[in-house]
């Protein structure tokens, strides 16, 4: 456990952008330089985006690029995250035996580089806009089936998600019973639906559930077909974006403090979750 965490109800927490492509070995470059940067700027914890490992060019490379827990990719960033003694949220490509197909999976590593929870994405994408995206993640993706219980991390109970799962509130909602103090989200969203929905998505899940939203996401063009919206942000359980990564596609890190007496404070002033209606909604 973090000294931070022990020490108060307050920690530092930063989200992390960049551009993803399909060299592994560079998006593990800009990863590692990003965990000794937020090391150093005193993160406690820092958020990765969805797809860290890498954004395929082409669809045989999806399969073919993606790593077990134990692979190259995650072997060098929980060594990181041990070296530095920062937790991190990461989001990568899991194989497994499972399937040729891996999972979409955020991945929780504590100060001490071990692995504390995975989370594999429930939602998958599918868009079809004429002249915009067009994507269905299904085709390359295994679902996930379980929600994971939040986890104890420097800035609290920490609920795991990712990118299109903001679209589902009884997700967040769920997280929330469980105990979440936070949710992450860490995404890949495109520059039209992004544009569009982005904010208000991130902004209205901190604010129905009273949590912080660590909202960490690519920017920029990929590969000749896909670009993607950046805004990495944390929310705070007010909807206040407290920190925001600028519009450029150079890698960098935005940084915020979370304090969980505030958190209290406001779920206290606006106690949202004592006026549920059970009765009448069974399920939250
Ligand atoms: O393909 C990869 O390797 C990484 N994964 C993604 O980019 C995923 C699935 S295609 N993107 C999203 O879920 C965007 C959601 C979105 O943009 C929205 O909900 O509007």
């Given at each position: 456990?973090?000294?931070?965490?022990?020490?108060?109800?307050?920690?530092?927490?930063?989200?992390?952008?960049?551009?993803?492509?399909?060299?592994?070995?560079?998006?593990?470059?800009?990863?590692?330089?990003?965990?000794?940067?937020?090391?150093?700027?005193?993160?406690?914890?820092?958020?990765?985006?969805?797809?860290?490992?890498?954004?395929?060019?082409?669809?045989?490379?999806?399969?073919?690029?993606?790593?077990?827990?134990?692979?190259?990719?995650?072997?060098?960033?929980?060594?990181?995250?041990?070296?530095?003694?920062?937790?991190?949220?990461?989001?990568?490509?899991?194989?497994?035996?499972?399937?040729?197909?891996?999972?979409?999976?955020?991945?929780?590593?504590?100060?001490?580089?071990?692995?504390?929870?995975?989370?594999?994405?429930?939602?998958?994408?599918?868009?079809?806009?004429?002249?915009?995206?067009?994507?269905?993640?299904?085709?390359?993706?295994?679902?996930?089936?379980?929600?994971?219980?939040?986890?104890?991390?420097?800035?609290?109970?920490?609920?795991?998600?990712?990118?299109?799962?903001?679209?589902?509130?009884?997700?967040?909602?769920?997280?929330?019973?469980?105990?979440?103090h936070g949710i992450t989200y860490p995404s890949v969203f495109t520059e039209k639906t992004?544009?569009?929905?982005?904010?208000?998505?991130?902004?209205?899940?901190?604010?129905?559930?009273?949590?912080?939203?660590?909202?960490?996401?690519?920017?920029?063009?990929?590969?000749?077909?896909?670009?993607?919206?950046?805004?990495?942000?944390?929310?705070?359980?007010?909807?206040?974006?407290?920190?925001?990564?600028?519009?450029?596609?150079?890698?960098?890190?935005?940084?915020?403090?979370?304090?969980?007496?505030?958190?209290?404070?406001?779920?206290?002033?606006?106690?949202?979750?004592?006026?549920?209606?059970?009765?009448?909604?069974?399920?939250?």
């Amino acid at each position: 456990m973090s000294v931070s965490q022990s020490a108060g109800r307050r920690a530092f927490a930063s989200v992390a952008q960049f551009c993803a492509t399909d060299s592994v070995s560079s998006n593990l470059k800009i990863c590692l330089s990003l965990i000794t940067e937020g090391a150093k700027r005193g993160s406690n914890m820092i958020f990765f985006p969805e797809a860290s490992d890498y954004i395929a060019s082409n669809k045989t490379q999806i399969a073919e690029l993606a790593e077990p827990l134990s692979g190259s990719f995650m072997s060098a960033i929980t060594k990181s995250a041990k070296e530095n003694k920062v937790w991190l949220s990461i989001g990568i490509h899991e194989k497994t035996p499972d399937s040729p197909k891996p999972y979409n999976s955020n991945v929780l590593i504590d100060d001490s580089g071990e692995i504390v929870s995975v989370y594999r994405k429930l939602h998958l994408f599918k868009v079809s806009i004429e002249n915009g995206p067009q994507l269905s993640e299904n085709h390359h993706i295994l679902e996930g089936l379980k929600i994971c219980p939040p986890v104890q991390t420097p800035v609290g109970k920490l609920g795991l998600a990712i990118c299109y799962d903001v679209r589902f509130p009884e997700l967040a909602s769920t997280l929330r019973d469980m105990g979440a103090h936070g949710i992450t989200y860490p995404s890949v969203f495109t520059e039209k639906t992004g544009a569009a929905h982005w904010d208000v998505l991130m902004r209205a899940r901190a604010i129905e559930t009273q949590t912080y939203v660590y909202a960490s996401a690519q920017i920029g063009n990929h590969n000749h077909k896909r670009s993607s919206y950046g805004n990495s942000m944390i929310v705070d359980p007010w909807g206040t974006v407290i920190a925001r990564c600028p519009l450029d596609t150079n890698p960098c890190l935005s940084t915020a403090e979370i304090n969980l007496d505030y958190l209290e404070l406001v779920r206290s002033q606006l106690p949202v979750y004592n006026s549920k209606r059970l009765d009448i909604f069974n399920s939250s």
